[in-house]
């Protein structure tokens, strides 16, 4: 599936699920502090964020290094632009923040 979509698309739905994941790994530190003080129950919110959280972090596990960083700082960190002159090329970087993406995308089944 992952060459049916186009390079935006399959960026889109990083973002997308970069969102998600925030928003559920934040629920869930509210949620466990919680629990800690009122002793709750483990709800199906609370259950479908954990695996929002487990399959996000999964897939990044399973890039190697380099696909890692890229996905983690141009997404999750969101750093500030330019951060990878430092370390490549403009032209190598974009050639491999595509294949980053591509691989994030295959590891996530989507």
């Given at each position: 599936m992952n060459k049916l979509l186009k390079n935006r698309e399959q960026e889109g739905i990083i973002r997308y699920l970069t969102q998600c994941y925030r928003k559920s790994s934040q629920r869930l530190k509210l949620h466990r502090h919680l629990m800690k003080e009122r002793k709750l129950e483990a709800s199906e919110e609370q259950q479908c964020d954990e695996l929002t959280v487990a399959l996000y972090e999964s897939a990044l596990e399973a890039l190697p290094e380099m696909y890692r960083e890229i996905i983690v700082r141009e997404f999750?960190?969101?750093?500030?632009?330019?951060?990878?002159?430092?370390?490549?090329?403009?032209?190598?970087f974009y050639r491999l923040r595509q294949r980053a993406i591509h691989e994030f995308i295959d590891c996530l089944n989507v």
């Open positions: 999750l960190d969101e750093s500030a632009d330019g951060w990878f002159y430092n370390y490549y090329t403009k032209s190598t």
